[in-house]
């Protein structure tokens, strides 16, 4: 890392090499067991927010902080009345390394 003076202002750091990631979750609902047909409602929310947010394993690994770039879902096995069984869905996120 190196520093440039900014007047008025601390000391920027930056990294050329930082690159550019991004992460696919891939995921699954059962919205006629209860999870109902608006599970992803909040993640739409949490997208269409356009900020990052931070991405934590399972195990409490910080991995930074990500926006939500992209949401693509589908539906599978449908009732008569045009309820879904199952739904597929992925996110697309891109690491924010200003955020």
Excluded: C, W
């Amino acid at each position: 890392m190196s520093s440039n003076d900014r007047i008025n202002n601390y000391p920027a750091l930056f990294r050329a090499n930082l690159g550019n990631e991004s992460i696919k979750i891939d995921g699954h609902t059962l919205p006629y067991s209860g999870d109902k047909q608006e599970a992803l409602k909040e993640l739409y929310a949490l997208a269409g927010a356009g900020l990052s947010y931070p991405l934590v394993t399972g195990y409490g690994k910080y991995l930074g902080k990500f926006i939500i770039t992209k949401i693509s879902e589908s539906q599978a096995v449908f009732t008569d009345n045009g309820l879904f069984f199952t739904q597929g869905f992925s996110l697309e996120l891109k690491r924010d390394y200003d955020g």
